[in-house]
């Protein structure tokens, strides 16, 4: 069985994006710094990649980054760090993670790094605790909305009221679709009561909170003529609401009661399970969640007379609080506060039927949050086809990617755009989503299906306005990311290096022989005999070399890229190597600059405390930081592990003979 330096655990609501991007950034991590790792993921089509027993005992560190239930109670003991998913969506935050939890104790805590503040914000907090309980019932809950939403929209196909069977375009299977539908939807509430409680409790908290569930949806039964509680009689719900407070309180009533039953003996632990955590759980979550429904029935009406008195203020307030909310993190809490909020508004506008006041604000409120969702990814797509020249291959393909996404509603694809430049970015797709749910609004479309993107068209009613809405935001947004980047790229330019003109006639006699692909080492910067005070004496002495042999414009931006990286976790190896890495638009060209001290430079933090002899620093343009600095990165580390290698480059004081040795390793 293969053994792992790391394993992870990546998790998100949905389990469609953010799970992924995690994975993908903790491995490029990992090979930076020569780890083996691997990454289990839990999406929407279950487990993938899954830990074995095996594996979580011989790793030396675990990172979780998951905003939903990955039972993390497996890694008890072993150094770990906890955090959400948005902080690993980077291949430096995520490296930042990895050098953590090989830092932390063997406690569950993490030990100090960098500094204090940073180590206080890694620790999983209350409210990143309870955020994931509350993610876990959400990303649970998302696909009986979207099975019931969308079911329920097709069955409008037939017409809309084709499910009524006194009704002149009753179809019958419109109607069997509308109640498969409608069951769907009315389960919402119950399975995200149930699995926040799981996310708390484990498997017993379910009952309690499927009953939790069921509660918030009837309220309180009371008899209609003599006013006092009755079975059969009618009570009013409380909705989504309801299920959150019923899934955390199941949640928590099942660990009072683990304490409460600690006492017994140990052979009683199968009627504890069975009888003893059920009965009493269901019985006091149960009239707990009858004894508030009063309040939490005005609650839940207030937010939503709250919502519908947005719309009073106008199409731009409700639009502008919709676009901001939706492209503000992109599939992050925020992002999913709105879209859960449109879902219970399109649950209340179904149930309420075709026609009335209900169905109508919520399946256009529905309608503003989808297209909201939908422009970011689109206004990448037309950044990179407009604006090709100003962006990476890298990026050029993702925003075509990202067609795709936007069009099926998956928001997650523009995050990588965001991330390199939040400002001014983040506020480029906020105002495109902004414009896209302001005019859907103004031109009353209504979505009856909660998820889907442009494949649930046929059910939108207003349907090419919605689309038109839709691609003015996401024109307006990918004209002004065009601009931005025309503008990033220009200034980049201007900082250039220019070379000296070489007269046509001269060109055959003064060009030398060009380098082979793999001569990223050249003669010239590679520097035997030096004597550096200190680690930051010597990463100086590489920057301004970069200057002079024309690899970068400016040597502080280099050096700043270094300092940053060393702050992110060293550099040091073993043996006296050590492997510093700049990424910056200040440099021009990917290059590999060698320096020596035989004395060794102190102050280093390498992985044996020996100081550094030999440097190989790598200096990477920014705009290839996934690619060749990956592929040099990865050739350099893997090199430093041949013994021979090391030798000879730590043993020879001829430039020409370490450029060769490097240079080889590099093809």
């Known amino acids: 069985m293969a053994k792992f330096d790391i394993i992870a655990a990546t998790g998100c609501p949905t389990g469609i994006a953010h799970t992924f991007m995690a994975k993908e950034a903790l491995e490029k991590a990992a090979a930076e710094r020569g780890l083996t790792i691997k990454v289990e993921t839990h999406g929407q089509v279950g487990v993938e990649n899954e830990l074995t027993k095996s594996e979580i005992t011989g790793a030396k560190a675990v990172v979780v980054a998951a905003d939903k239930d990955v039972q993390a109670e497996r890694f008890a003991g072993k150094p770990m760090v906890s955090v959400g998913v948005s902080k690993a969506l980077s291949v430096e935050a995520a490296g930042k993670l990895i050098d953590r939890a090989l830092a932390a104790k063997g406690d569950n805590t993490v030990a100090a790094a960098a500094d204090v503040e940073d180590e206080a914000e890694e620790k999983e907090s209350i409210g990143h605790v309870i955020y994931k309980h509350l993610m876990n019932g959400v990303s649970h809950m998302l696909v009986f909305v979207v099975a019931g939403g969308v079911l329920t929209a097709v069955s409008f196909l037939w017409g809309i009221t084709s499910f009524d069977s006194t009704a002149a375009d009753y179809n019958t299977f419109a109607a069997m679709l509308k109640i498969i539908g409608g069951i769907a939807m009315n389960l919402m509430v119950p399975v995200l009561s149930a699995y926040i409680a799981e996310s708390i409790g484990k498997r017993p908290a379910l009952v309690p909170g499927f009953v939790a569930g069921m509660i918030a949806i009837q309220g309180l039964p009371v008899n209609a003529e003599t006013g006092m509680i009755d079975a059969g009689g009618a009570g009013v719900g409380f909705g989504f609401l309801g299920g959150i407070v019923g899934g955390f309180l199941a949640g928590y009533v099942i660990l009072l009661l683990e304490k409460v039953f600690a006492g017994l003996p140990k052979n009683l632990d199968g009627l504890k399970a069975i009888f003893l955590y059920p009965l009493f759980s269901t019985a006091i979550v149960g009239l707990v969640m009858l004894g508030i429904s009063g309040p939490m029935a005005a609650i839940n009406t207030a937010m939503m007379d709250f919502l519908k008195g947005l719309s009073a203020s106008g199409a731009v307030v409700l639009g502008l609080a919709i676009g901001c909310m939706c492209a503000f993190d992109m599939g992050g809490p925020v992002n999913k506060a709105a879209y859960v909020t449109g879902t219970a508004m399109l649950t ?68 990588p755009f965001m991330t390199k430049n939040i400002w001014p970015v983040m506020p480029i797709m906020m105002l495109g ?36 809405s839709i691609l003015i935001g996401a ?62 004496e010597a990463l100086s002495f590489v920057s301004n070399q970069a200057v002079k042999a024309g690899i970068a414009s400016d040597a502080d931006a280099v050096m700043n890229a270094f300092l940053a990286r060393e702050a992110e976790g060293t550099t040091g190896m073993m043996e006296g190597f050590a492997i510093p890495h700049a990424k910056s638009d200040a440099i021009t060209e990917a290059a ?71 240079n080889a390793r590099l093809v």
Request: aromatic residues 8%; charged residues 20%; proline residues 5%.
């Open 475 to 536: 024109v307006i947004g990918g004209i002004l990311f065009v601009a931005f980047k025309k503008y990033d790229f220009e200034k980049n330019q201007k900082a250039a290096p220019v070379a000296k003109p070489v007269e046509a006639s001269e060109t055959a006699a003064v060009e030398p022989p060009k380098a082979e692909a793999a001569d990223f080492v050249k003669v010239e910067n590679v520097f035997v005999a030096e004597d550096f005070a200190s680690r930051d």
């Open 433 to 468: 989503s902004s414009i896209a749910s302001i005019l859907t609004i103004m031109f009353n479309v209504h979505d009856p299906a909660p998820h889907g993107g442009f494949l649930v068209l046929p059910v939108v009613e207003n349907g090419p306005l919605w689309v038109l």
């Open 348 to 415: 209340e506008a179904l149930a309420a039927g075709v026609g009335t006041d209900t169905y109508n604000f919520g399946t256009n409120f529905m309608a503003a949050v989808s297209a909201a969702c939908i422009v970011p990814p689109l206004i990448t797509t037309f950044a990179v086809v407009v604006g090709k020249k100003y962006f990476s291959q890298e990026d050029h393909d993702a925003g075509i990617v990202n067609l795709i996404l936007g069009c099926t509603h998956i928001t997650e694809g523009a995050i």
């Open 592 to 662: 590999v600059i060698v320096v020596k001290d035989e004395s060794g430079v102190t102050g280093w933090d390498t992985m044996d405390g020996a100081p550094v002899n030999v440097a190989i620093a790598l200096l990477i343009p920014g705009a290839q930081a996934g690619t060749t600095h990956l592929k040099i990165l990865s050739k350099v580390a893997e090199a430093l592990m041949d013994e021979d290698f090391r030798a000879t480059v730590k043993g020879s004081t001829d430039a020409a003979e370490i450029a060769k040795t490097i």
